[in-house]
């Protein structure tokens, strides 16, 4: 058994993470600026954006596993951002306090094995082509320029310091711990409400955007199997296939035995921002670890109403890792 640090321990990827090692009976540590909603997993309270902390934590642990799952990014529901303090706040948590960690794990645990979570963002807004882990870096936002830092950060560690670093290139994964402001969770709170209000009506951007969705809880456990893995590399977490706004809203809706057009509308006055086709191919993971997804689009969908309609029902969130595999 394994001591884990899993830093974002409290956000979506590192809830389902840290309940699944503890499945398997490993002991987990939660790094982040609130604590774990799951019981048995240690909290520790921290901004590892300040200089040092990331670095002290590694150290006072001595972890057998890293799973580097904090990210910045100004939320969507921000308006006009200063484009210098969203770069170097993406820079301070998503590069620099990596390679903090990094730095600590070299020193006081060189045996350890650290997965960074990246984007599909690197790629820049993409054309619907297949991406895969060779494909050209070329950000256009400052999320994915800090995560090419990071990646490449990463790399630095694994091929000049011989660490064991691997880097999840993930798209769009969803789970029922994704809060309101994404698409996919605001579609499946308002065919709930729908349907206990038939007259309920939920405005989106734009019906056509699209995306190559997955779940959550499939791109985690292939973040494990990057790390039970033979050797390091970076490797890219996606469906393979694009959906638009429409189809998901077209399953959420008719998992509660709803027609999606009686209830989702699309705002004429949402600002029209960059284009996103972005389309990822996991071939190199599947053939190197034998990690399949067992969603599809239409299961991650089923399970992210079905789980959500559940956590709406218990009024709060459950402290029991069962709930989360």
């Not at 830093?7 to 987990?28: C, F, N, P, R, T």
């Not at 239409?298 to 595999?325: C, I, P, W």
Request: glycine fraction near 8%.
């Amino acid at each position: 058994l394994m001591r884990v640090l899993v830093i974002g321990g409290a956000g979506q990827d590192g809830v389902l993470v840290s309940a699944q090692l503890q499945s398997k009976g490993h002991e987990v540590i939660s790094v982040s600026r609130r604590r774990s909603p799951l019981s048995g997993v240690e909290s520790e309270i921290a901004d590892i954006g300040v200089e040092g902390v990331a670095s002290s934590l590694v150290k006072k642990h001595r972890p057998d596993r890293i799973y580097y799952l904090a990210a910045y990014h100004r939320s969507s529901e921000a308006k006009d951002p200063d484009p210098a303090d969203d770069v170097i706040g993406c820079l301070r948590l998503n590069a620099i306090a990596f390679a903090e960690t990094l730095g600590s794990a070299r020193k006081h645990c060189p045996h350890s094995r650290t997965v960074y979570a990246s984007s599909c963002r690197i790629f820049g807004e993409g054309n619907g082509s297949l991406l895969d882990e060779n494909a050209p870096r070329t950000p256009v936002c400052a999320y994915g320029i800090s995560k090419v830092a990071g990646m490449g950060t990463g790399e630095l560690f694994r091929q000049e310091h011989g660490l064991f670093v691997s880097s999840a290139i993930l798209f769009n994964h969803e789970s029922e711990l994704r809060t309101p402001n994404f698409v996919s969770k605001k579609l499946v709170l308002a065919a709930l409400r729908a349907k206990a209000n038939s007259s309920f009506v939920v405005t989106v951007g734009s019906l056509d955007a699209v995306a190559d969705w997955g779940s959550a809880r499939d791109y985690c456990k292939g973040m494990t199997a990057m790390l039970e893995a033979e050797r390091p590399g970076d490797f890219v977490l996606a469906s393979g296939k694009l959906r638009t706004v429409r189809d998901f809203a077209g399953e959420a809706f008719s998992c509660l035995g709803l027609d999606w057009k009686a209830h989702v509308r699309e705002d004429p006055s949402a600002p029209r921002g960059r284009v996103w086709r972005l389309l990822g191919d996991s071939s190199q993971l599947k053939r190197q670890t034998g990690w399949n997804p067992l969603y599809d689009f239409s299961d991650m969908v089923r399970d992210l109403v079905k789980r959500t309609e559940a956590e709406e029902q218990n009024g709060q969130r459950s402290a029991d890792f069962h709930s989360y595999l």
